[in-house]
């Protein structure tokens, strides 16, 4: 299949979906907020639109536009292209959102999947996403969510955190679920060969991992020696990587093999960290 595809907000794994789609015959735009991140777009191959808080997105950038992928986070003001949907509805074959899994908050180390609760009150971010959320399944068009892991991919993740020097290992029990990039795209382009309106995923592999033990694991295999263990007191963090740890929960997908027949490429960290080396 093939279409027009607008991408709100065209940045790490949005470009690379977009690499794929124009391999299949999709004409492909995206928004981007700078003039730089207009020119890295175009030389993409992808048709840039601008898209900032002081600059609306043109109304011709709609113009034949048959399917739109937001990744845009919400802000203190709320999710501008959100904001943009309500403003035009434009009519669309799909419509998708990538929000994350934060939106499930708290559940004392427990699983949680698509079915459960969202509980995000620690968390000012993951409330937004809740918020923006109830935003999307409230749209008319044919919406679907896609809540995120943490994602990490070439250039991004354990191996670059080893790589630049930056990485840590807290000593803190916590399982944090992930998803490779090239993984959440296969998710995205398995909803639109197969779209079902308000289909929400869970994007996640299938082992939720320390951080530490993936930090080490990391290093094992770039042959670095790995960083030794922090003792876990959160008042001696940073408050972004302090937030990190305020939720505890384990996450699974019931519905990407059932209703998106999507077999992972890389099941757990260690195939996914394993083809990046």
């Not at 935003?135 to 995120?148: D, I, K, S, T, Y």
């Not at 354990?158 to 790589?163: D, F």
């Not at 840590?168 to 909803?191: M, T």
């Amino acid at each position: 299949m093939s279409g027009r595809i607008l991408l709100l907000g065209a940045g790490y794994c949005a470009r690379a979906l977009a690499g794929e789609l124009l391999a299949e015959g999709w004409e492909v735009h995206g928004t981007a907020r700078t003039s730089a991140g207009l020119a890295e777009l175009e030389a993409l191959g992808i048709q840039p639109w601008r898209f900032a808080p002081d600059q609306p997105l043109d109304s011709a950038a709609w113009s034949g536009v048959s399917h739109a992928l937001s990744s845009i986070p919400p802000g203190e003001a709320g999710d501008p292209a959100l904001e943009l949907l309500r403003d035009q509805e434009p009519t669309l074959e799909w419509l998708g959102y990538v929000s994350s899994t934060g939106v499930y908050g708290d559940h004392a180390g427990a699983w949680v999947d698509e079915e459960s609760e969202l509980r995000p009150a620690g968390s000012e971010r993951a409330r937004r996403r809740q918020a923006a959320e109830a935003g999307w399944r409230a749209l008319a068009q044919p919406w679907q969510v896609f809540r995120a892991s943490g994602i990490y991919g070439p250039g991004r993740g354990p191996l670059a955190r080893v790589l630049e020097g930056r990485a840590r290992r807290v000593d803190a029990p916590h399982l944090f679920s992930r998803i490779h990039r090239d993984d959440l795209c296969a998710a995205i382009r398995a909803s639109l060969a197969r779209p079902r309106a308000g289909g929400i995923y869970n994007l996640c592999d299938q082992e939720p991992a320390t951080s530490a033990e993936v930090t080490a694991y990391a290093c094992r295999l770039l042959g670095r020696e790995a960083p030794a263990l922090e003792p876990f007191v959160p008042e001696n963090l940073a408050p972004a990587l302090a937030s990190f740890y305020r939720d505890r929960r384990r996450v699974r997908s019931l519905r990407l093999e059932s209703e998106l027949g999507l077999e992972l490429l890389y099941p757990t960290y260690r195939e996914g960290l394993a083809a990046l080396v």
